[in-house]
């Protein structure tokens, strides 16, 4: 994606990551952040849920794991129940007034 740039520390790919970025300055109010259990960047997106938490940033973070599911599992297989249900979150999230 970026020639020569390692981009699994990339701050636009991995923002809690090796010379991440200002997380303080994040410019929205909420974040949601859904993780894949059998994933292995599982433990990268709860990284980034705790950078975010610790940042001094004031808004709401949210972390939703999907069990036994592996990366992209919603995009590999849209039509499972695990799949819609993740779709329901993102369409509360997204309508949910704050």
Same mark, same amino acid.
């Given at each position: 994606m970026?020639?020569?740039?390692?981009?699994?520390?990339?701050?636009?790919?991995?923002?809690?990551?090796?010379?991440?970025?200002?997380?303080?300055?994040? +410019?929205?109010?909420?974040?949601?952040?859904?993780?894949?259990?059998k994933?292995?960047?599982?433990?990268?997106?709860?990284?980034?849920?705790?950078?975010?938490? +610790?940042?001094?940033?004031?808004?709401?973070?949210?972390?939703?794991?999907?069990?036994?599911?592996?990366?992209?599992?919603?995009?590999?297989?849209?039509?499972?129940?695990?799949?819609?249900?993740?779709?329901?979150?993102?369409?509360?999230?997204?309508?949910?007034?704050?």
């Amino acid at each position: 994606m970026f020639p020569g740039v390692n981009i699994y520390d990339d701050p636009r790919i991995n923002p809690a990551g090796a010379g991440g970025v200002e997380l303080a300055s994040l +410019q929205c109010s909420r974040v949601l952040i859904f993780v894949a259990g059998k994933d292995r960047l599982r433990e990268r997106g709860y990284n980034y849920y705790e950078a975010l938490k +610790q940042s001094g940033w004031g808004g709401a973070v949210e972390i939703v794991e999907t069990e036994g599911e592996d990366h992209v599992f919603h995009l590999l297989n849209p039509n499972s129940d695990k799949a819609g249900v993740m779709m329901k979150q993102v369409v509360s999230f997204i309508n949910a007034v704050h």
